[in-house]
């Protein structure tokens, strides 16, 4: 069974663009997160997607915004870039039909800002 | 709120047992997990115990909750420098929805 696959793995942006980073869960889950990992704050949860609806959302602003489409792939946008998101963004998937199914990761994606 | 502590290092020399231990806030969480990450690589799970257990235990690797204290830890048997790597503890999200809350991560040192 293939595992949690995101691309592209790096990606270098400059301030004030926007960027999109793409997950495929495992085959047969529905749920995505998406997480992001600094030197400073370590892992935080970004959002949390099941079938096609943000069930939750961590203390990001807006500039942060995903979604998810029939097939349970998922995508994360993050508009206007600031130096401050550098970052690896790190994308898990599980069953998410109840019970707290472990959540498996990807490998991220390196997001560079110059 | 949700907060999840753990030590910064641990070092152990090879062929010793490795304890990394862990507490947590959140009496809803229902289930804790340990992931390991090696450098440049994503999260890998090793391990998880639902709250209502004790002990867990899976070839060289043993978990241990203490519900009360809100208190998780992880026993490594035979420490090898495979070994070596970031060890996070993490607690579910309590309600409905899938999500984790980190600790900041345990890096595993291995004296030869």
Not at chain 1, 22 to 44: A, D, E, K, N
Not at chain 1, 57 to 71: L, V
Request: hydrophobic share 30%; charged share 20%.
């Amino acid at each position: 069974k293939a595992g949690v696959t995101q691309t592209p793995r790096y990606l270098i942006k400059t301030r004030g663009q926007q960027v999109t980073l793409s997950c495929s869960p495992i085959s047969g889950h529905r749920s995505v997160s998406w997480y992001q990992q600094t030197p400073g704050q370590g892992l935080q949860f970004l959002f949390e997607y099941f079938s096609e609806t943000q069930r939750n959302k961590g203390n990001f602003p807006g500039r942060f915004s995903g979604r998810q489409f029939s097939n349970s792939r998922s995508e994360m946008n993050v508009s206007t870039l600031e130096l401050g998101d550098s970052a690896l963004y790190l994308c898990a998937s599980s069953p998410g039909g109840g019970g707290k199914q472990p959540q498996h990761f990807g490998d991220g994606t390196r997001l560079s800002i110059l | 709120g949700e907060d999840v502590e753990q030590s910064l290092f641990l070092s152990v020399r090879e062929g010793d047992s490795s304890v990394i231990n862990c507490t947590y806030t959140d009496s809803s969480s229902t289930y804790l997990y340990w992931y390991k990450q090696e450098p440049g690589a994503g999260l890998q799970l090793l391990t998880y115990i639902f709250s209502n257990m004790d002990m867990k235990q899976d070839q060289r690797l043993t978990v241990l909750l203490n519900k009360k204290d809100k208190h998780l830890s992880l026993r490594i048997a035979d420490t090898q420098t495979g070994d070596s790597a970031i060890y996070f503890c993490a607690e579910s999200f309590g309600g409905g929805a899938d999500g984790l809350t980190f600790g900041k991560g345990t890096h595993l040192i291995i004296q030869p």
